[in-house]
C-alpha cells in the first residue's frame, strides 16, 4: 500500500511539474509575441480555421502577441464564422462582406503562413488591413475552392453559336434556357419570398484565351451586354451550345466568363501605413488582388499572381492584380509574377469628384460619379483641394476645405476657407492635392498573358520603372487620368522607364502603341494641356511584329526616348497593311526623340545578360512544356 501511495505521489508530483512546464512554454511563446496556429486549434484537415484567426488576432489586439505563424499545410476558410463589415473598395463593388482575417486597428503585427496554402470557401474577403500601421504578410498561399468566375474550352464556332465543353472545376446547369454557374452543392439554408439562398456565380462578359500560349487569344475582343446570362442549350453532359452570334474565339481557345462584380478581393488596405506583403501566391479571388486606398508606404516583394499549378484554370484573378488609390509614401513591387489576370497589372492613381452645384462663392456641392468609387471619401476638413476644368484637366487652383457635410455615399457639401475662382463651374472637378503623390518602384517585375495592358502610372510622385519585362495584348504603359468617365486623377510629375524588356505587345485589341498616353482631354484643349509631364525612356529593348508606334503620345511637357533598342520579330501576324510610324507625338513640348538602335536576336541575348536582370522573359521558358512553366511557378 505504501509503496502504491509512493507511486500516486510521485506521478502527482510529475504530472504537476509537466503542466508547469507547458504552461511556462506556452506563456513564453506569448511573451515573445509568437502564436503558434497549430497550436491554437489550426487543423490541416480541411475544418474551419476561420474562428481560431479570430482568436489569435484577439489576443492580438490584448496585446499578447504580434506574430500568427501557420505550420506548413492547407488550411480552409469558411464565411459562416467570419467577421463582417459593409465596405466601400475603390474601383471593387461596395457591401456586406464577410472577412477571413480583419486586421484592423492593428500595430508592429507579423502573419507567416511558414509556405501554408491558404484555401476560401464562398463569399469572403481573404484579408483586410485597415486603420493599421507596420503590418506584414508572408510565404502563403491563396486559392478559393471554386472559383468566381467559369472557363469552357471552345469545341466549335459559327455565326451564331459557340459549343463549349466545362469541366467538373466550373459546375453548371441549364434553367430556362440559360447558362447558369453553379456552386458544386445546393445550398441547405433556407430560402427567402426572393432568392433560393443557393450560392450562384453570374457572369457579365465573355473573354478567350489561348491554352498553348496561356495568354489572350490573338486580337480577342470582349463580349459584353449578357444581362442575365446567355442562351443556351445543353448538347451532352459536359458540353453547351451557347447561343452567341460572331463571338470573338476559335476552336481549342478557352472562353472565360467574367464575374458580374467584385466582391472579393484578395487584400484590401485601407487607411494604413508600412504594409509589406511578400512570398505569396496568389491563385485566385473575385476582384483585384492587392487594393489600396488612402494608404502609405506599401511594399509587394515576389507577389506571384498566377493560376493554380496543374492546368485546370487559365485566369487567375478576376480584375487589376493591384491598384492604389490616392496613396502616398512609397509604393514598392519588386521581383513580382503578374499573369493571366483579367485586367492590368497595376494602376496608380487618385480620385475626382465632380462638382454638381455652387451654392455661395466658398460652398458647393460634389459627387462621386464611379459608382465602384462612390463611398470611398477623401474630402475632409483641412484637406487641400486640387481644382480642376474637367474638359481640359486643367488647373485652376486650389482651396482649403473648411467643413464637410456627408449627405449619402455620392454627395458631399463642400465649404472651403476662402471663396472659389471665378473660373469654376459646374461639371468641373476637384481632388486632394496632396494625395496620390506616392514614389513608385516597380523592378524586376514580369507581366504577361493578362487582359488589356500592363501598367497605368498616374502618381505624382517620382516613378521609376526599370527591369521588367512585358508581354501584354495591350499597352505595356499608359498614362491615363480623366473626370469625364472613371474619374481617376492621374497627371505624372517624374517617371523613368528604363532597361525594360517589351516583348511582342499589343497583340490584342487594348492599345495603339506599346506606351501611350490615353488621358480624357477632349480634342480642342490638347494642344494647350499638358496633363502628363518629365516622362523618360532610357535603354529598353523593344521587340516588335506590329506596325504600331513605340510611342504615342500627347499633352506631354518634358519626353526623352533616346539609347533604346529594337529587334523585329514575327511572333503574331501583322494586324493590317499600312504604314508604319515608330512615334506618335502631338501637342506636346520639350520632346526629345531618338530613333531606336536595330538589334538582332543575337545582340539582344547578349543585352539582356548584360544588364543582370533577374526576371525570366515571357519567351526565355516554351509555354508549351507544362514542366517547365509549373517549375517557373
Not at 484592423?104 to 474577403?125: L, S
Not at 460572331?246 to 458580374?260: M, Q, T, W, Y
Not at 462621386?368 to 483641394?385: E, M, N, W
Request: proline share 4%; with cysteine.
Amino acid at each position: 500500500m505504501d509503496t502504491i501511495m509512493k507511486q500516486i505521489r510521485i506521478s502527482f508530483v510529475v504530472g504537476i511539474g509537466l503542466a508547469s512546464f507547458l504552461i511556462s512554454g506556452a506563456l513564453s511563446a506569448r511573451d515573445a509575441g509568437v502564436i503558434n496556429m497549430a497550436a491554437l486549434g489550426a487543423k490541416t484537415d480541411g475544418s474551419d480555421t476561420t474562428p481560431i484567426v479570430r482568436a489569435a488576432l484577439a489576443e492580438v489586439r490584448r496585446g499578447e502577441a504580434t506574430k500568427l505563424v501557420f505550420p506548413p499545410g492547407r488550411y480552409d476558410f469558411y464565411s459562416v464564422r467570419a467577421n463582417e463589415e459593409y465596405l466601400f473598395v475603390s474601383n471593387n463593388d461596395a457591401g456586406l462582406k464577410r472577412i477571413a482575417f480583419p486586421l484592423q486597428g492593428m500595430e508592429d503585427v507579423t502573419i507567416d503562413g511558414g509556405g501554408a496554402t491558404f484555401v476560401f470557401h464562398g463569399e469572403i474577403v481573404p484579408f483586410l488591413i485597415g486603420d493599421s500601421n507596420d503590418v506584414s504578410l508572408k510565404n502563403f498561399s491563396v486559392d478559393f475552392i471554386r472559383p468566381f468566375h467559369s472557363e469552357g474550352r471552345v469545341l466549335a464556332v459559327t455565326e451564331d453559336y459557340v459549343d463549349l465543353a466545362f469541366t467538373e472545376e466550373f459546375p453548371y446547369e441549364i434553367r430556362n434556357g440559360v447558362l447558369v454557374f453553379t456552386s458544386h452543392q445546393r445550398y441547405s439554408g433556407p430560402a427567402t419570398t426572393v432568392s433560393s439562398g443557393e450560392v450562384l456565380y453570374p457572369y457579365s462578359s465573355l473573354l478567350a484565351f489561348d491554352p498553348e500560349k496561356q495568354e489572350t487569344a490573338y486580337m480577342a475582343k470582349d463580349r459584353y451586354g449578357l444581362g442575365e446570362g446567355a442562351a443556351a442549350e445543353e448538347i451532352s453532359d459536359g458540353r453547351v451550345r451557347l447561343k452567341l452570334p460572331n463571338l470573338s474565339a476559335d476552336p481549342g481557345n478557352i472562353l472565360v466568363f467574367g464575374p458580374a462584380k467584385r466582391n472579393y478581393p484578395g487584400f484590401i488596405i485601407t487607411d494604413s501605413s508600412g504594409v509589406h506583403l511578400s512570398g505569396i501566391n496568389l491563385h485566385h479571388c473575385g476582384g483585384m488582388g492587392v487594393i489600396a486606398q488612402r494608404s502609405a508606404d506599401l511594399f509587394l516583394k515576389n507577389i506571384r499572381v498566377t493560376p493554380p499549378a496543374g492546368g485546370k484554370r487559365i485566369l487567375s484573378i478576376t480584375a487589376d492584380a493591384t491598384h492604389f488609390v490616392n496613396c502616398t509614401g512609397r509604393i514598392e513591387m519588386v521581383d513580382c509574377l503578374f499573369e493571366q489576370q483579367k485586367d492590368d497589372a497595376t494602376n496608380i492613381h487618385g480620385l475626382y469628384a465632380k462638382i454638381t452645384r455652387i451654392l455661395a462663392p466658398n460652398r458647393f456641392e460634389v459627387r462621386l460619379v464611379h459608382p465602384q468609387q462612390a463611398g470611398v471619401d477623401f474630402i475632409k476638413s483641412g484637406t487641400r483641394l486640387e481644382l480642376n476644368d474637367g474638359p481640359s484637366l486643367q488647373r485652376h487652383g486650389f482651396a482649403r476645405v473648411k467643413s464637410v457635410e456627408r449627405i449619402n455615399k455620392e454627395m458631399t457639401l463642400v465649404e472651403t476657407e476662402a471663396p472659389l475662382p471665378e473660373d469654376i463651374v459646374v461639371g468641373d472637378s476637384i481632388a486632394d492635392a496632396d494625395a496620390n503623390t506616392a514614389d513608385v518602384l516597380i523592378r524586376n517585375c514580369v507581366i504577361r498573358g493578362n487582359r488589356a495592358r500592363g501598367i497605368l502610372l498616374g502618381s505624382r510622385g517620382k516613378m521609376v520603372i526599370e527591369g521588367n519585362t512585358f508581354h501584354t495584348p495591350g499597352a505595356a504603359i499608359l498614362f491615363e487620368g480623366d473626370s469625364r468617365y472613371w474619374f481617376e486623377q492621374a497627371g505624372v510629375r517624374d517617371v523613368v522607364i528604363r532597361d525594360n524588356t517589351f516583348d511582342n505587345c499589343n497583340y490584342g485589341v487594348w492599345g495603339n502603341a506599346c506606351i501611350q498616353v490615353g488621358s480624357g482631354i477632349e480634342k480642342e484643349f490638347r494642344s494647350t494641356s499638358r496633363y502628363n509631364r518629365n516622362i523618360r525612356i532610357e535603354n529598353n529593348l523593344f521587340r516588335v511584329f506590329s506596325p504600331l508606334p513605340l510611342l504615342s503620345m500627347y499633352s506631354v511637357d518634358g519626353l526623352t526616348f533616346v539609347d533604346n533598342q529594337l529587334e523585329r520579330t514575327e511572333a503574331y501576324p501583322v494586324p493590317e497593311e499600312k504604314e508604319e510610324k515608330l512615334f506618335v507625338i502631338t501637342n506636346s513640348e520639350n520632346v526629345k526623340v531618338e530613333d531606336p538602335r536595330m538589334v538582332s536576336k543575337r545582340q539582344r541575348k547578349e543585352m539582356t545578360a548584360n544588364r543582370g536582370n533577374t526576371v525570366i522573359h515571357p519567351k526565355a521558358v516554351n509555354l508549351k512544356d507544362n514542366r517547365l512553366r509549373h517549375a517557373f511557378h
